[in-house]
């Protein structure tokens, strides 16, 4: 699908959509509570809805209900039988639940697109190595079996903080206490940190012992329990940007005291407006590729920390240097850093790919709304915000979407 943008003026208000990192951790630790959970403000993204399939296979019960999910867990150590977890796209959903597939001595086998299952994933393979478990990559697929044990887990914190959050959720079902020992640096810990304020939410204990420790009693159980997901930042960054580019947009729906990490671009969109300054992205690589379309339309910047970008849904540095260079602009992708130089900014001059990325899609049509122009792959933002287009349009964007 392609969408072709005109040159907008946009304004007014926008509710910041659903949290997709914490449905996500809502999500599961609702599915591993014995009884009937609720959880409020759900969105149907295509993650979102991957992550609902695979709880399902793994025995728990989900139905939504008007604006509700309802959730009745189920205790899947118990599972007897061999499980199919369709991953589709969601990084998210297949690294939070290779642990939980594992609680239970019955094989799993996931699912997913040829690019999911190219990301790294060695930790879990490490890890079931060392326990003599089940690890078989094939084509499409990563099929595992064993009986996860409580006591010490070594991950390194340079590639996913989602290596992490499985872990956790995992652990405390466990007959003995773990521990999580982190090989430093430690990057993208406010997401550990939200896995650690959902678990709470539903009754279990694990804390940071020390910076590269994290605790977790064994042998607890998850609570029911009612609950709200709060706004996403991440989302709400792409609305937001809008204001630097002469528009007058409010985004609602946002904790002030959120322990979102995105909520970063609150900072870097102040330095950005002012100067050309230096952003390390190693505590929110998702903002990647909207800080550098800013960029583009400002003033420059240099990003730090952007090894990860290499490993999202696409090698995301690579993608935003090949499609702001269509706006005039000239970017160096180093190893671990990105050089965004504005130079002569202009509409771009040949159609744009979205590479199939929904944060690309979405960095560069924040700036095809100033612009104008045509980008391709525009489907991909049903991946996290599939309402991204009426909600611009909503705001007075002019956007025709078509199949190529």
């Known amino acids: 699908m392609r969408a072709v943008m005109t040159p907008s003026h946009l304004q007014g208000r926008v509710d910041a959509p659903p949290s997709k990192s914490m449905a996500h951790r809502l999500l599961i630790s609702a599915a591993l509570a014995a009884g009937k959970s609720v959880i409020h403000n759900l969105a149907d993204s295509a993650d979102i ?23 009745y867990g189920a205790d899947i150590r118990a599972r007897e039988e061999e499980a199919e977890l369709p991953c589709n796209e969601s990084g998210s959903t297949l690294r939070f639940l290779i642990p939980l597939a594992l609680l239970s001595p019955v094989q799993a086998r996931f699912c997913g697109t040829e690019k999911l299952l190219s990301r790294p994933l060695d930790i879990y393979e490490t890890i079931c190595a060392g326990e003599g478990f089940t690890f078989d990559r094939a084509p499409g697929s990563v099929t595992v079996c064993g009986r996860l044990t409580g006591g010490d887990y070594r991950v390194v914190g340079n590639i996913s903080s989602q290596f992490i959050s499985g872990l956790l959720f995992a652990l405390p079902l ?30 279990i204990r694990a804390f940071w012992a020390d910076e590269r420790t994290l605790y977790i009693p064994g042998g607890q159980i998850y609570h029911p329990t009612e609950c709200t997901v709060e706004g996403d930042y991440s989302g709400a960054a792409f609305f937001a940007a809008l204001n630097l580019l002469g528009d007058t947009v409010q985004v609602d729906g946002l904790r002030p005291d959120s322990l ?32 550098m379309a800013v960029a583009a339309a400002k003033n420059g910047a240099v990003f730090c920390g952007t ?25 160096d992708v180093h190893e671990d850093s990105i050089v965004v130089y504005p130079l002569a900014f202009h509409r771009p001059n040949a159609l744009l ?35 991204y287009f009426e909600k611009m349009r909503a705001l007075g964007a002019q956007v025709t979407l078509y199949e190529a």
């Open 49 to 71: 809805c991957a992550t609902i399939a695979c709880l399902r296979a793994l025995g728990a019960v989900i139905e939504r209900q008007g604006e509700d999910t309802i959730v």
């Open 260 to 291: 979102q990490g995105d909520m970063a671009y609150i900072r870097y969109y102040e330095m950005l407006e002012k100067g050309t300054p230096t952003i390390h992205l190693g505590n929110c690589p998702d903002l990647g590729p909207v800080l």
């Open 307 to 331: 090894r990860r970008l290499r490993i999202k849904e696409s090698d995301r540095g690579a993608a935003m240097a090949e499609e702001l260079s269509k706006f005039g602009t000239s970017v």
């Open 174 to 203: 466990c007959v003995g206490d773990s521990r999580i020992l982190i090989t430093p640096p430690l990057e993208s810990r406010p997401y550990i940190d939200l896995t650690l304020q959902a678990l709470a939410a539903f009754g």
């Open 353 to 387: 790919h979205g590479h199939n990325d929904h944060r690309i899609v979405m960095a560069l049509c924040t700036l095809l709304s100033k612009t104008g122009g045509e980008i391709d792959d525009a489907e991909a933002v049903r991946k996290s915000l599939p309402d």
